[in-house]
Antibody, heavy 123, light 109 residues
Framework: EVQLLESGGGLVQPGGSLRLSCVAS????????MSWVRQAPGKGLEWVSA????????YYADSVKGRVTISRDNSKNTLYLQMNSLRAEDTAVYYC????????????????WGQGTLVTVSS | EIVLTQSPATLSLSPGERATLSCRAS??????LAWYQQKPGQAPRLLIY???NRATGIPARFSGSGSGTDFTLTISSLEPEDFAVYYC???????????FGQGTKVEIK
């Protein structure tokens, strides 16, 4: 059974930093691209970042580019999201999602999701 | 960047009725479109991929159709657990990005 467990969320002041983690199990982690998707309170889904299974290819949404770094440790089956210079508009539940399909193709979807971790940016 | 527009924003129906949700892309996405269901307090769940293929474990009452710019998610007979928000999603070619529609809420009438 595929499981994704996020952690690391919390309350942080504007301009602060936070690192989110996502531990994966139930599949061969290194074979799959992974992604972060967020959802602001009462709003829709917004893709944040993605990392290929191998080859180190990363993508970022324009809204977070330059402030966020995605990484992964395949030996620990863990995906990370380092978030810096946080703003109020970054307040959201952050979901970790497994990507089905190749990251560089149009045919890529999010087939499994974690339960999310809440990030609140406020003074 | 391709924009996905879902309609209606809210659909008020009774259990047993048929639900028809629409997703329109600002330019062709071929058949590379997915649908997700999200219930309050829960993570989204993949329902349909490649416009018309049901994901693992998804009941047959859910079906997807369409290609190019116009797509439809149909729930043939609503069960109580189907009342939720539904999102469509596609992967933009350039710049590389994944985009979602704004969602359609299916509520109990």
């Amino acid at each position: 059974e595929v499981q994704l467990l996020e952690s690391g969320g919390g309350l942080v002041q504007p301009g602060g930093s936070l690192r989110l983690s996502c531990v994966a199990s139930g599949f061969t982690f290194s074979n799959y691209a992974m992604s972060w998707v967020r959802q602001a309170p009462g709003k829709g889904l917004e893709w944040v970042s993605a990392f290929s299974g191998s080859g180190g290819i990363t993508y970022y949404a324009d809204s977070v580019k330059g402030r966020v770094t995605i990484s992964r440790d395949n030996s620990k089956n863990t995906l990370y999201l380092q978030m810096n210079s946080l703003r109020a508009e970054d307040t959201a539940v952050y979901y970790c999602a497994k990507v089905e399909g190749l990251l560089h193709t149009l045919r890529s979807y999010f087939d499994y999701w974690g339960q999310g971790t809440l990030v609140t940016v406020s003074s | 960047e391709i924009v996905l527009t879902q309609s209606p924003a809210t659909l008020s129906l009774s259990p047993g009725e048929r639900a028809t949700l629409s997703c329109r892309a600002s330019q062709s996405v071929s058949s590379y479109l997915a649908w997700y269901q999200q219930k309050p307090g829960q993570a989204p769940r993949l329902l349909i991929y490649d416009a018309s293929n049901r994901a693992t474990g998804i009941p047959a009452r859910f079906s997807g159709s369409g290609s190019g710019t116009d797509f439809t998610l149909t729930i043939s007979s609503l069960e109580p657990e189907d009342f939720a928000v539904y999102y469509c999603q596609q992967r933009n070619n350039w710049p590389p990005a994944w985009t979602f529609g704004q969602g359609t809420k299916v509520e109990i009438k």
